[in-house]
Protein backbone atom coordinates (compact mmCIF):
# COMPACT_ATOMS: atom_id res chain seq x y z
CA UNK A 1 0.00 0.00 0.00
CA UNK A 2 1.37 3.78 -0.38
CA UNK A 3 2.46 4.79 2.49
CA UNK A 4 1.32 7.78 2.56
CA UNK A 5 -2.15 6.77 1.73
CA UNK A 6 -4.94 8.54 4.21
CA UNK A 7 -6.91 6.92 6.63
CA UNK A 8 -10.90 5.96 4.97
CA UNK A 9 -12.91 7.65 7.02
CA UNK A 10 -16.95 8.75 6.74
CA UNK A 11 -18.61 11.81 7.42
CA UNK A 12 -21.50 12.22 9.34
CA UNK A 13 -23.40 13.16 6.20
CA UNK A 14 -22.60 10.00 4.55
CA UNK A 15 -23.34 7.76 7.49
CA UNK A 16 -27.00 9.46 8.30
CA UNK A 17 -30.22 7.06 8.37
CA UNK A 18 -27.63 3.92 7.80
CA UNK A 19 -28.03 0.65 9.66
CA UNK A 20 -25.49 -1.14 11.35
CA UNK A 21 -25.09 -4.17 13.34
CA UNK A 22 -22.76 -2.97 16.10
CA UNK A 23 -22.59 0.82 16.70
CA UNK A 24 -19.49 1.43 18.79
CA UNK A 25 -19.04 4.73 21.04
CA UNK A 26 -15.90 5.54 21.49
CA UNK A 27 -12.60 4.68 19.51
CA UNK A 28 -10.52 4.64 22.40
CA UNK A 29 -8.59 1.82 23.58
CA UNK A 30 -11.41 -0.38 24.29
CA UNK A 31 -13.51 0.72 21.01
CA UNK A 32 -10.61 0.00 18.95
CA UNK A 33 -10.55 -3.48 20.06
CA UNK A 34 -14.38 -4.13 19.80
CA UNK A 35 -14.23 -2.92 16.45
CA UNK A 36 -11.12 -5.09 15.38
CA UNK A 37 -12.71 -7.98 16.73
CA UNK A 38 -16.45 -8.00 15.42
CA UNK A 39 -15.28 -6.37 12.25
CA UNK A 40 -13.37 -9.65 11.76
CA UNK A 41 -16.85 -11.86 11.10
CA UNK A 42 -17.02 -10.46 7.37
CA UNK A 43 -21.18 -10.92 7.67
CA UNK A 44 -21.36 -8.24 10.30
CA UNK A 45 -21.51 -4.59 10.01
CA UNK A 46 -19.74 -2.40 12.33
CA UNK A 47 -19.42 1.49 12.98
CA UNK A 48 -17.31 3.49 15.10
CA UNK A 49 -18.19 6.87 16.08
CA UNK A 50 -14.74 8.83 17.48
CA UNK A 51 -14.87 12.67 19.01
CA UNK A 52 -11.35 13.02 17.86
CA UNK A 53 -9.31 12.61 14.59
CA UNK A 54 -6.79 9.94 13.43
CA UNK A 55 -3.49 12.24 12.74
CA UNK A 56 -0.63 10.01 13.23
CA UNK A 57 1.82 11.86 12.53
CA UNK A 58 5.49 9.65 13.26
CA UNK A 59 6.15 12.62 16.36
CA UNK A 60 3.34 11.18 18.07
CA UNK A 61 4.40 7.92 17.63
CA UNK A 62 7.73 8.70 19.72
CA UNK A 63 7.44 6.97 22.94
CA UNK A 64 8.83 9.55 25.56
CA UNK A 65 7.95 12.39 23.57
CA UNK A 66 4.50 11.29 23.28
CA UNK A 67 4.14 11.38 26.53
CA UNK A 68 4.01 14.72 27.29
CA UNK A 69 -0.14 15.48 26.85
CA UNK A 70 0.81 19.16 26.86
CA UNK A 71 2.78 19.25 23.29
CA UNK A 72 -0.02 21.06 20.72
CA UNK A 73 0.02 18.57 18.49
CA UNK A 74 -0.97 15.29 20.66
CA UNK A 75 -4.67 15.09 21.05
CA UNK A 76 -5.30 15.84 24.44
CA UNK A 77 -8.15 17.39 26.38
CA UNK A 78 -7.73 18.69 29.88
CA UNK A 79 -10.70 18.99 32.45
CA UNK A 80 -10.87 20.06 35.89
CA UNK A 81 -13.20 18.82 38.63
CA UNK A 82 -15.22 20.81 40.69
CA UNK A 83 -13.76 22.71 43.57
CA UNK A 84 -12.22 20.63 45.87
CA UNK A 85 -12.75 21.23 49.79
CA UNK A 86 -12.03 24.45 51.23
CA UNK A 87 -9.27 22.34 52.55
CA UNK A 88 -7.03 22.18 49.54
CA UNK A 89 -7.39 25.76 49.31
CA UNK A 90 -7.08 26.51 45.05
CA UNK A 91 -5.90 23.24 44.00
CA UNK A 92 -6.35 22.59 40.17
CA UNK A 93 -5.69 18.80 39.66
CA UNK A 94 -6.00 18.20 35.66
CA UNK A 95 -8.10 15.43 34.58
CA UNK A 96 -6.33 14.66 31.07
CA UNK A 97 -7.72 12.26 28.42
CA UNK A 98 -7.04 11.32 25.24
CA UNK A 99 -9.14 12.33 22.23
CA UNK A 100 -8.21 10.46 19.25
CA UNK A 101 -9.13 7.06 17.07
CA UNK A 102 -6.82 5.10 20.07
CA UNK A 103 -7.90 7.45 23.19
CA UNK A 104 -5.90 7.26 26.04
CA UNK A 105 -3.52 4.86 24.55
CA UNK A 106 -2.06 8.15 22.47
CA UNK A 107 -0.66 9.46 25.32
CA UNK A 108 -0.48 7.33 28.48
CA UNK A 109 2.98 5.75 29.42
CA UNK A 110 2.72 2.98 27.75
CA UNK A 111 2.70 0.74 30.53
CA UNK A 112 0.80 -2.93 30.67
CA UNK A 113 0.16 -3.84 33.92
CA UNK A 114 -2.72 -6.52 34.86
CA UNK A 115 -2.70 -5.88 38.05
CA UNK A 116 -2.27 -7.88 41.18
CA UNK A 117 -4.46 -11.22 41.00
CA UNK A 118 -6.03 -10.51 44.19
CA UNK A 119 -7.64 -7.90 43.39
CA UNK A 120 -9.64 -9.85 40.03
CA UNK A 121 -10.37 -12.56 43.08
CA UNK A 122 -11.68 -10.09 45.06
CA UNK A 123 -14.24 -8.88 42.20
CA UNK A 124 -15.72 -12.44 42.58
CA UNK A 125 -15.75 -12.49 46.62
CA UNK A 126 -16.63 -9.17 47.42
CA UNK A 127 -19.18 -7.83 44.78
CA UNK A 128 -20.41 -11.94 43.82
CA UNK A 129 -18.70 -11.21 40.17
CA UNK A 130 -17.70 -14.90 39.98
CA UNK A 131 -17.30 -14.54 36.19
CA UNK A 132 -14.51 -11.90 36.78
CA UNK A 133 -12.25 -13.53 39.27
CA UNK A 134 -8.34 -13.62 37.95
CA UNK A 135 -9.22 -17.23 36.25
CA UNK A 136 -11.86 -16.08 34.51
CA UNK A 137 -10.22 -12.85 32.97
CA UNK A 138 -6.28 -13.62 32.70
CA UNK A 139 -6.89 -15.82 29.72
CA UNK A 140 -7.85 -12.63 27.94
CA UNK A 141 -4.98 -10.72 29.15
CA UNK A 142 -2.90 -13.59 27.17
CA UNK A 143 -5.64 -13.24 24.42
CA UNK A 144 -4.59 -10.09 23.51
CA UNK A 145 -1.26 -9.38 23.88
CA UNK A 146 2.45 -10.35 21.91
CA UNK A 147 5.00 -10.70 24.35
CA UNK A 148 7.88 -9.94 22.46
CA UNK A 149 9.86 -8.93 25.62
CA UNK A 150 9.63 -12.07 27.49
CA UNK A 151 9.42 -15.37 25.43
CA UNK A 152 9.12 -18.47 26.39
CA UNK A 153 6.86 -17.60 29.54
CA UNK A 154 3.48 -20.13 29.64
CA UNK A 155 1.44 -16.91 31.41
CA UNK A 156 2.24 -14.44 28.86
CA UNK A 157 0.55 -14.49 25.55
CA UNK A 158 2.21 -14.92 22.23
CA UNK A 159 -0.54 -14.64 19.73
CA UNK A 160 -2.22 -11.31 19.74
CA UNK A 161 -1.73 -7.93 18.30
CA UNK A 162 -0.55 -5.97 21.47
CA UNK A 163 3.44 -5.75 21.34
CA UNK A 164 5.16 -5.19 24.66
CA UNK A 165 9.06 -4.83 25.66
CA UNK A 166 11.26 -4.29 28.11
CA UNK A 167 12.81 -1.59 26.92
CA UNK A 168 16.21 -0.65 28.92
CA UNK A 169 16.32 2.98 30.34
CA UNK A 170 20.01 4.05 29.29
CA UNK A 171 20.45 5.84 32.87
CA UNK A 172 23.40 4.89 35.23
CA UNK A 173 21.35 5.75 38.31
CA UNK A 174 18.90 2.63 37.57
CA UNK A 175 21.03 -0.05 39.59
CA UNK A 176 20.80 2.35 42.53
CA UNK A 177 16.76 2.76 42.55
CA UNK A 178 17.16 -0.78 42.76
CA UNK A 179 19.40 -1.17 45.72
CA UNK A 180 17.47 1.45 47.35
CA UNK A 181 14.34 -0.83 47.06
CA UNK A 182 16.27 -4.09 48.48
CA UNK A 183 17.76 -2.09 51.47
CA UNK A 184 13.51 -1.03 52.49
CA UNK A 185 12.84 -4.70 52.45
CA UNK A 186 11.39 -5.11 48.87
CA UNK A 187 12.05 -8.40 46.86
CA UNK A 188 13.30 -7.14 43.14
CA UNK A 189 11.27 -9.15 40.45
CA UNK A 190 11.57 -9.24 36.38
CA UNK A 191 7.90 -8.84 35.66
CA UNK A 192 4.74 -7.27 37.21
CA UNK A 193 2.65 -9.35 34.97
CA UNK A 194 3.87 -12.62 36.44
CA UNK A 195 0.82 -14.10 38.30
CA UNK A 196 3.14 -16.28 40.68
CA UNK A 197 5.71 -12.81 41.57
CA UNK A 198 5.32 -11.11 44.91
CA UNK A 199 2.52 -9.14 45.42
CA UNK A 200 5.20 -6.73 46.56
CA UNK A 201 8.49 -5.84 45.47
CA UNK A 202 10.34 -3.55 42.53
CA UNK A 203 9.36 -4.71 39.12
CA UNK A 204 10.68 -4.05 35.68
CA UNK A 205 7.26 -2.90 33.56
CA UNK A 206 6.16 -4.23 30.07
CA UNK A 207 5.74 -0.87 27.73
CA UNK A 208 3.89 -1.03 24.53
CA UNK A 209 6.48 -0.30 22.06
CA UNK A 210 6.42 -1.71 18.44
CA UNK A 211 9.42 -3.65 16.81
CA UNK A 212 10.23 -0.09 15.10
CA UNK A 213 10.18 1.61 18.98
CA UNK A 214 7.51 3.54 17.80
CA UNK A 215 4.65 3.59 20.83
CA UNK A 216 1.83 1.07 19.66
CA UNK A 217 -1.34 2.63 20.19
CA UNK A 218 -4.76 0.88 20.23
CA UNK A 219 -5.44 2.07 17.04
CA UNK A 220 -2.01 0.78 15.53
CA UNK A 221 -2.34 -2.28 17.56
CA UNK A 222 -5.84 -2.99 16.61
CA UNK A 223 -7.38 -0.58 13.81
CA UNK A 224 -4.74 0.61 11.70
CA UNK A 225 -5.05 1.72 8.19
CA UNK A 226 -4.33 -1.69 6.86
CA UNK A 227 -7.26 -2.93 8.66
CA UNK A 228 -9.28 -0.27 7.90
CA UNK A 229 -9.08 -0.41 4.00
CA UNK A 230 -9.50 -4.47 4.38
CA UNK A 231 -12.60 -4.41 5.64
CA UNK A 232 -13.74 -0.95 4.22
CA UNK A 233 -16.80 -2.63 3.25
CA UNK A 234 -18.23 -3.71 6.36
CA UNK A 235 -15.91 -1.60 8.87
CA UNK A 236 -16.71 2.29 9.27
CA UNK A 237 -14.85 4.83 11.25
CA UNK A 238 -16.72 8.41 11.72
CA UNK A 239 -14.27 10.75 13.68
CA UNK A 240 -15.16 14.52 14.35
CA UNK A 241 -18.60 13.73 15.94
CA UNK A 242 -19.93 13.23 19.31
CA UNK A 243 -22.96 11.20 20.12
CA UNK A 244 -25.45 13.51 21.47
CA UNK A 245 -27.62 10.55 22.86
CA UNK A 246 -29.23 7.26 22.85
CA UNK A 247 -32.22 6.08 20.68
CA UNK A 248 -34.39 4.56 22.94
CA UNK A 249 -37.90 2.88 21.40
CA UNK A 250 -41.23 4.15 22.71
CA UNK A 251 -40.99 1.99 25.78
CA UNK A 252 -37.66 2.97 26.76
CA UNK A 253 -36.18 -0.15 27.32
CA UNK A 254 -34.46 -0.90 24.21
CA UNK A 255 -32.17 1.10 22.10
CA UNK A 256 -32.56 1.54 18.43
CA UNK A 257 -30.10 4.22 17.31
CA UNK A 258 -27.46 6.51 17.71
CA UNK A 259 -28.18 10.36 17.63
CA UNK A 260 -24.92 12.27 16.44
CA UNK A 261 -23.26 15.59 15.80
CA UNK A 262 -20.07 17.30 14.38
CA UNK A 263 -17.80 18.40 17.33
CA UNK A 264 -18.11 22.07 15.70
CA UNK A 265 -21.57 21.92 16.02
CA UNK A 266 -24.47 22.10 13.11
CA UNK A 267 -26.83 19.71 12.14
CA UNK A 268 -28.00 16.38 14.17
CA UNK A 269 -27.92 13.09 12.35
CA UNK A 270 -28.94 9.41 13.24
CA UNK A 271 -27.98 5.71 12.90
CA UNK A 272 -29.68 2.27 13.43
CA UNK A 273 -28.43 -0.47 15.00
CA UNK A 274 -29.89 -3.78 14.18
CA UNK A 275 -28.16 -5.69 16.99
CA UNK A 276 -26.36 -3.93 19.80
CA UNK A 277 -24.63 -0.32 20.70
CA UNK A 278 -21.75 -0.57 22.91
CA UNK A 279 -20.48 2.54 24.69
CA UNK A 280 -16.76 2.81 25.29
CA UNK A 281 -16.37 6.82 26.12
CA UNK A 282 -14.49 6.24 29.07
CA UNK A 283 -15.31 6.90 33.22
CA UNK A 284 -15.92 10.20 32.13
CA UNK A 285 -18.12 10.32 29.16
CA UNK A 286 -19.57 7.28 29.67
CA UNK A 287 -22.33 8.09 32.20
CA UNK A 288 -22.65 11.40 30.60
CA UNK A 289 -24.20 9.74 27.56
CA UNK A 290 -25.92 7.75 29.49
CA UNK A 291 -27.87 10.31 31.41
CA UNK A 292 -28.14 12.39 28.45
CA UNK A 293 -29.91 9.55 26.98
CA UNK A 294 -32.50 9.67 30.29
CA UNK A 295 -30.57 6.42 32.01
CA UNK A 296 -29.40 7.26 35.34
CA UNK A 297 -30.31 9.06 38.59
CA UNK A 298 -33.49 10.69 38.84
CA UNK A 299 -32.31 13.87 40.79
CA UNK A 300 -29.81 14.61 38.13
CA UNK A 301 -31.99 14.04 34.58
CA UNK A 302 -34.78 16.40 36.36
CA UNK A 303 -32.19 18.91 37.19
CA UNK A 304 -31.52 19.13 33.50
CA UNK A 305 -35.07 18.95 32.06
CA UNK A 306 -34.17 15.24 30.37
CA UNK A 307 -37.22 12.68 30.46
CA UNK A 308 -36.46 9.75 33.12
CA UNK A 309 -36.49 6.70 30.68
CA UNK A 310 -34.81 4.02 33.10
CA UNK A 311 -33.47 4.88 36.31
CA UNK A 312 -30.05 4.17 37.44
CA UNK A 313 -28.78 5.70 40.57
CA UNK A 314 -25.17 4.48 40.14
CA UNK A 315 -24.47 5.91 37.03
CA UNK A 316 -22.22 8.68 37.68
CA UNK A 317 -21.54 7.08 41.10
CA UNK A 318 -18.20 5.23 42.80
CA UNK A 319 -15.22 7.50 40.70
CA UNK A 320 -12.03 6.10 41.73
CA UNK A 321 -8.74 6.99 40.47
CA UNK A 322 -5.17 6.92 41.38
CA UNK A 323 -3.76 9.77 43.19
CA UNK A 324 -0.43 10.97 43.61
CA UNK A 325 1.77 12.82 45.80
CA UNK A 326 5.50 12.62 44.80
CA UNK A 327 8.93 13.45 46.47
CA UNK A 328 11.83 14.54 44.38
CA UNK A 329 15.49 14.09 45.13
CA UNK A 330 18.08 16.24 43.24
CA UNK A 331 20.58 14.16 41.40
CA UNK A 332 23.31 15.06 38.50
CA UNK A 333 21.86 16.02 34.88
CA UNK A 334 23.54 12.95 33.08
CA UNK A 335 21.57 10.33 35.89
CA UNK A 336 17.64 11.78 34.56
CA UNK A 337 15.87 12.69 31.85
CA UNK A 338 16.28 16.09 31.91
CA UNK A 339 19.58 15.44 29.89
CA UNK A 340 17.22 16.05 26.48
CA UNK A 341 15.97 19.28 27.39
CA UNK A 342 19.81 20.29 26.29
CA UNK A 343 19.93 20.86 22.54
CA UNK A 344 22.84 18.21 22.55
CA UNK A 345 20.83 15.85 24.56
CA UNK A 346 17.41 16.20 22.73
CA UNK A 347 19.31 15.87 19.19
CA UNK A 348 21.72 13.20 19.79
CA UNK A 349 18.73 11.07 21.53
CA UNK A 350 16.86 12.04 18.42
CA UNK A 351 19.11 10.30 16.20
CA UNK A 352 19.28 7.46 18.08
CA UNK A 353 15.73 6.61 17.72
CA UNK A 354 15.52 7.72 14.39
CA UNK A 355 18.76 5.43 13.25
CA UNK A 356 18.50 2.48 15.72
CA UNK A 357 15.25 2.65 17.70
CA UNK A 358 17.08 3.27 20.50
CA UNK A 359 18.35 5.91 23.23
CA UNK A 360 16.25 7.67 25.85
CA UNK A 361 13.43 8.60 23.60
CA UNK A 362 12.70 5.17 22.56
CA UNK A 363 11.13 3.95 25.96
CA UNK A 364 8.68 5.28 28.73
CA UNK A 365 9.31 7.48 31.49
CA UNK A 366 8.81 4.81 34.37
CA UNK A 367 10.74 1.97 33.75
CA UNK A 368 10.28 0.41 36.88
CA UNK A 369 7.49 0.49 40.00
CA UNK A 370 7.29 -0.31 43.25
CA UNK A 371 4.21 -1.95 44.41
CA UNK A 372 3.31 -2.94 48.40
CA UNK A 373 1.02 -2.22 50.95
CA UNK A 374 1.24 0.01 54.34
CA UNK A 375 -0.15 -2.91 56.11
CA UNK A 376 3.17 -4.71 55.24
CA UNK A 377 5.05 -2.23 56.82
CA UNK A 378 7.55 -1.71 60.18
CA UNK A 379 6.44 1.17 60.84
CA UNK A 380 9.28 1.49 62.99
CA UNK A 381 11.88 1.03 60.49
CA UNK A 382 9.33 1.69 57.30
CA UNK A 383 10.55 -1.30 55.69
CA UNK A 384 8.08 -4.39 53.72
CA UNK A 385 7.75 -7.11 55.92
CA UNK A 386 7.08 -10.78 54.01
CA UNK A 387 4.51 -11.33 57.25
CA UNK A 388 2.57 -8.56 58.64
CA UNK A 389 1.28 -8.26 62.95
CA UNK A 390 -0.70 -11.40 62.53
CA UNK A 391 1.55 -13.06 60.88
CA UNK A 392 -0.04 -13.94 57.58
CA UNK A 393 1.93 -13.60 54.56
CA UNK A 394 2.02 -10.61 52.89
CA UNK A 395 3.58 -11.76 49.38
CA UNK A 396 0.88 -14.09 47.75
CA UNK A 397 -0.49 -12.76 44.87
CA UNK A 398 -3.78 -14.58 44.64
CA UNK A 399 -4.93 -13.25 48.03
CA UNK A 400 -7.12 -10.29 48.20
CA UNK A 401 -5.79 -9.10 50.99
CA UNK A 402 -2.25 -8.14 49.68
CA UNK A 403 -3.62 -6.44 47.20
CA UNK A 404 -0.94 -3.46 47.01
CA UNK A 405 -2.37 -0.16 47.78
CA UNK A 406 0.41 1.72 46.90
CA UNK A 407 2.46 1.95 43.64
CA UNK A 408 5.94 4.29 43.66
CA UNK A 409 6.94 5.09 40.45
CA UNK A 410 10.42 5.51 39.42
CA UNK A 411 10.37 8.23 36.92
CA UNK A 412 13.62 9.74 36.66
CA UNK A 413 12.51 13.43 35.81
CA UNK A 414 10.69 16.88 37.60
CA UNK A 415 6.90 15.59 37.85
CA UNK A 416 5.85 18.66 39.37
CA UNK A 417 2.72 20.30 37.19
CA UNK A 418 4.93 23.13 36.45
CA UNK A 419 8.58 23.15 34.71
CA UNK A 420 11.24 24.34 37.52
CA UNK A 421 14.40 25.73 35.10
CA UNK A 422 18.19 24.14 36.53
CA UNK A 423 16.96 21.62 38.81
CA UNK A 424 17.37 17.77 37.80
CA UNK A 425 15.24 15.67 39.71
CA UNK A 426 13.96 12.53 40.53
CA UNK A 427 10.70 11.39 41.39
CA UNK A 428 9.58 8.91 43.83
CA UNK A 429 6.06 9.03 42.26
CA UNK A 430 4.04 8.02 45.39
CA UNK A 431 0.57 6.70 44.63
CA UNK A 432 -2.58 5.22 46.01
CA UNK A 433 -3.76 2.75 44.09
CA UNK A 434 -6.51 0.88 45.80
CA UNK A 435 -8.45 3.89 47.47
CA UNK A 436 -11.34 4.22 49.87
CA UNK A 437 -12.63 8.07 48.67
CA UNK A 438 -14.87 7.86 45.63
CA UNK A 439 -16.40 10.59 43.94
CA UNK A 440 -19.10 11.31 40.89
CA UNK A 441 -19.77 12.52 37.30
CA UNK A 442 -22.48 14.61 37.26
CA UNK A 443 -24.05 16.89 33.75
CA UNK A 444 -22.53 20.10 33.52
CA UNK A 445 -25.66 20.92 31.11
CA UNK A 446 -27.40 19.21 28.59
CA UNK A 447 -25.10 19.92 25.52
CA UNK A 448 -23.27 16.25 24.94
CA UNK A 449 -19.95 19.24 23.70
CA UNK A 450 -19.57 20.33 26.90
CA UNK A 451 -17.29 18.71 30.02
CA UNK A 452 -19.16 16.78 32.63
CA UNK A 453 -18.93 18.14 36.11
CA UNK A 454 -16.28 15.86 37.52
CA UNK A 455 -16.32 15.34 41.53
CA UNK A 456 -13.19 14.46 42.17
CA UNK A 457 -12.27 12.34 44.95
CA UNK A 458 -9.27 13.70 46.91
CA UNK A 459 -8.76 11.87 50.57
CA UNK A 460 -12.03 12.11 51.46
CA UNK A 461 -11.91 8.94 53.44
CA UNK A 462 -9.41 8.84 56.46
CA UNK A 463 -7.91 6.06 55.67
CA UNK A 464 -6.92 7.28 52.40
CA UNK A 465 -5.23 10.10 54.32
CA UNK A 466 -3.26 7.63 56.91
CA UNK A 467 -2.58 5.15 53.86
CA UNK A 468 -1.13 8.88 51.97
CA UNK A 469 1.13 9.58 54.85
CA UNK A 470 2.73 6.08 55.98
CA UNK A 471 3.49 5.89 51.83
CA UNK A 472 4.70 9.36 51.81
CA UNK A 473 7.04 8.42 54.42
CA UNK A 474 8.36 5.27 52.86
CA UNK A 475 9.36 7.34 50.00
CA UNK A 476 11.28 9.26 52.23
CA UNK A 477 13.17 6.27 53.23
CA UNK A 478 13.70 5.49 49.46
CA UNK A 479 14.93 8.35 48.23
CA UNK A 480 17.45 8.07 52.02
CA UNK A 481 18.71 4.84 50.94
CA UNK A 482 19.57 5.66 47.19
CA UNK A 483 21.57 8.77 48.64
CA UNK A 484 23.34 6.45 50.84
CA UNK A 485 24.92 3.94 47.19
CA UNK A 486 24.28 6.97 44.91
CA UNK A 487 27.75 8.36 43.41
CA UNK A 488 26.87 11.86 43.77
CA UNK A 489 24.67 14.39 46.28
CA UNK A 490 20.70 12.96 45.89
CA UNK A 491 19.38 15.20 48.56
CA UNK A 492 15.88 15.37 48.74
CA UNK A 493 14.40 18.65 47.83
CA UNK A 494 10.77 18.38 47.58
CA UNK A 495 9.47 16.37 50.10
CA UNK A 496 7.50 17.02 53.59
CA UNK A 497 9.33 19.78 56.13
CA UNK A 498 10.48 21.49 53.34
CA UNK A 499 10.46 25.07 53.31
CA UNK A 500 6.41 25.55 51.87
CA UNK A 501 6.71 29.16 51.29
CA UNK A 502 9.49 28.16 48.78
CA UNK A 503 7.50 25.12 47.02
CA UNK A 504 4.51 27.85 47.03
CA UNK A 505 6.50 29.96 45.16
CA UNK A 506 7.03 26.76 42.43
CA UNK A 507 3.74 27.06 42.41
CA UNK A 508 2.78 30.84 42.13
CA UNK A 509 0.55 32.37 39.89
CA UNK A 510 -1.53 28.80 39.66
CA UNK A 511 -1.94 28.05 43.30
CA UNK A 512 -3.36 29.47 46.00
CA UNK A 513 -2.93 27.20 49.57
CA UNK A 514 -5.37 26.86 51.85
CA UNK A 515 -4.81 29.00 55.25
CA UNK A 516 -3.05 27.16 58.26
CA UNK A 517 -4.90 25.82 60.33
CA UNK A 518 -5.20 27.43 64.14
CA UNK A 519 -2.01 26.27 65.77
CA UNK A 520 0.22 24.77 62.94
CA UNK A 521 3.22 26.72 62.29
CA UNK A 522 5.02 26.23 58.80
CA UNK A 523 8.70 27.22 59.20
CA UNK A 524 10.73 29.32 56.16
CA UNK A 525 10.58 32.27 54.15
CA UNK A 526 10.22 32.69 50.56
CA UNK A 527 13.29 31.27 48.55
CA UNK A 528 14.91 28.66 46.86
CA UNK A 529 14.21 25.09 47.11
CA UNK A 530 16.64 23.76 48.81
CA UNK A 531 17.19 19.81 51.07
CA UNK A 532 14.05 19.10 53.21
CA UNK A 533 16.62 18.90 56.27
CA UNK A 534 13.63 16.20 57.33
CA UNK A 535 13.85 12.95 57.46
CA UNK A 536 10.81 9.93 57.47
CA UNK A 537 11.79 9.38 61.25
CA UNK A 538 10.79 13.04 62.48
CA UNK A 539 8.38 14.51 59.66
CA UNK A 540 4.98 15.21 61.39
CA UNK A 541 1.45 14.73 60.07
CA UNK A 542 0.90 17.75 59.47
CA UNK A 543 4.08 19.00 57.47
CA UNK A 544 3.13 15.90 54.99
CA UNK A 545 -0.56 17.20 55.21
CA UNK A 546 0.41 20.45 54.05
CA UNK A 547 3.13 19.71 51.46
CA UNK A 548 -0.24 16.71 49.53
CA UNK A 549 -2.19 20.00 50.02
CA UNK A 550 0.17 21.62 47.35
CA UNK A 551 1.79 18.40 45.23
CA UNK A 552 -1.35 16.16 44.71
CA UNK A 553 -1.67 14.77 41.18
CA UNK A 554 -4.26 12.34 39.35
CA UNK A 555 -2.59 9.32 37.69
CA UNK A 556 -5.43 9.23 35.13
CA UNK A 557 -6.98 6.56 35.93
CA UNK A 558 -10.76 7.18 36.11
CA UNK A 559 -12.65 4.01 36.76
CA UNK A 560 -15.96 2.66 38.14
CA UNK A 561 -18.69 5.27 36.87
CA UNK A 562 -20.99 2.60 35.26
CA UNK A 563 -19.77 -0.41 37.63
CA UNK A 564 -20.38 -4.27 37.25
CA UNK A 565 -22.92 -5.24 39.97
CA UNK A 566 -24.99 -7.74 40.27
CA UNK A 567 -28.43 -5.29 40.54
CA UNK A 568 -29.35 -2.28 39.83
CA UNK A 569 -29.40 -0.84 42.91
CA UNK A 570 -25.63 -0.82 43.31
CA UNK A 571 -24.21 -0.62 39.61
CA UNK A 572 -25.17 -0.41 36.06
CA UNK A 573 -24.27 -3.31 34.13
CA UNK A 574 -24.65 -6.98 34.53
CA UNK A 575 -21.28 -9.64 34.35
CA UNK A 576 -21.80 -9.63 30.58
CA UNK A 577 -22.06 -5.55 30.25
CA UNK A 578 -25.31 -4.57 29.30
CA UNK A 579 -26.95 -2.16 31.10
CA UNK A 580 -29.54 -2.77 33.59
CA UNK A 581 -33.35 -3.09 32.13
CA UNK A 582 -31.86 -1.38 28.85
CA UNK A 583 -31.93 -4.20 25.84
CA UNK A 584 -29.18 -3.54 23.11
CA UNK A 585 -26.92 -1.37 25.19
CA UNK A 586 -23.51 -2.30 26.74
CA UNK A 587 -20.84 -0.52 28.00
CA UNK A 588 -17.17 -2.30 27.80
CA UNK A 589 -14.12 0.61 29.10
CA UNK A 590 -12.70 1.46 32.72
CA UNK A 591 -16.25 2.89 33.85
CA UNK A 592 -17.51 -1.13 34.48
CA UNK A 593 -14.68 -2.02 36.81
CA UNK A 594 -16.44 -2.22 40.21
CA UNK A 595 -13.02 -1.43 41.63
CA UNK A 596 -10.03 0.29 40.76
CA UNK A 597 -7.52 -2.57 39.46
CA UNK A 598 -4.27 -2.22 41.57
CA UNK A 599 -2.16 -1.27 38.18
CA UNK A 600 -1.97 0.93 34.97
CA UNK A 601 -5.65 1.09 33.50
CA UNK A 602 -5.05 -0.08 29.71
CA UNK A 603 -4.51 -3.38 30.01
CA UNK A 604 -7.25 -4.30 32.54
CA UNK A 605 -9.46 -2.40 29.79
CA UNK A 606 -8.34 -4.09 26.61
CA UNK A 607 -9.36 -7.04 28.84
CA UNK A 608 -12.87 -5.68 29.40
CA UNK A 609 -13.06 -4.94 25.35
CA UNK A 610 -11.45 -8.63 24.74
CA UNK A 611 -14.78 -10.14 26.49
CA UNK A 612 -17.32 -8.22 25.71
CA UNK A 613 -16.26 -9.19 22.36
CA UNK A 614 -16.55 -12.61 23.12
CA UNK A 615 -19.79 -12.18 24.86
CA UNK A 616 -21.77 -10.21 22.07
CA UNK A 617 -20.82 -13.61 19.44
CA UNK A 618 -21.64 -16.05 22.01
CA UNK A 619 -25.13 -13.77 22.76
CA UNK A 620 -25.89 -13.80 18.72
CA UNK A 621 -25.58 -16.95 17.74
CA UNK A 622 -27.43 -18.21 20.64
CA UNK A 623 -30.37 -15.90 19.03
CA UNK A 624 -29.85 -16.98 15.90
CA UNK A 625 -29.70 -20.96 17.21
CA UNK A 626 -33.26 -20.32 18.97
Known amino acids: MWPFASYPTLTPHTINGKTYDYVIIGGGTAGCVLASRLSADPSLSVLVLEKGQVND??????????????????????????????EWGDLKLELWTGEALGGSSRINGMLLTRGCPGGYNAWAEDYGLTEWGWDRVEPYFRKSENCVGRPGKEYRGYDGPVENRVPLMELASVRYWVEAAKRCGLPVESDANDPSASAQGAFELDQTIDGKAQRLSAYRAWLGRDVAVERKGRLGVCTGVVASKLLLDDKGNKVVGVEIKRVDGGAEYRVNVRREVIVCSGALCSPQLLMLSGIG???????HGIPVRRELDAVGRNLYDHTSFPVMSEIKQEDTLHIIETLWGFLSSLFLWLIWGTGLLAASSTPMSIFYRTGALDKKTMTVQPRDEDGKDTMDASQPRNVPNIEVMLIPINCHRVAIPGLNLFSWYTTLVQPFSSGRVELASTDPRDHPRVRYPLLDDKRDRIAMRESTRFSMHLAEEFAKVYP?????TFAPGMDMKALDSVYEGTFKPAPTPAG???????????PTGKTWRDVTD?????????????????????????????????????????????????????????????????????????????????????
Open 57 to 86: AFWTRIPLLSQNFRFPFMQSVMRRPEALSS
Open 520 to 530: KVLEGGKGDAK
Open 297 to 303: PKEQLQA
Open 542 to 626: DEIDEYAKRIALSSLHYSSTCRMSLSDKEGVVDQRLKVHGVENLRIADASVFPYIPSGHTMAPTIMVAERCADFLTEDWSERKEK
Open 488 to 492: GPAPL
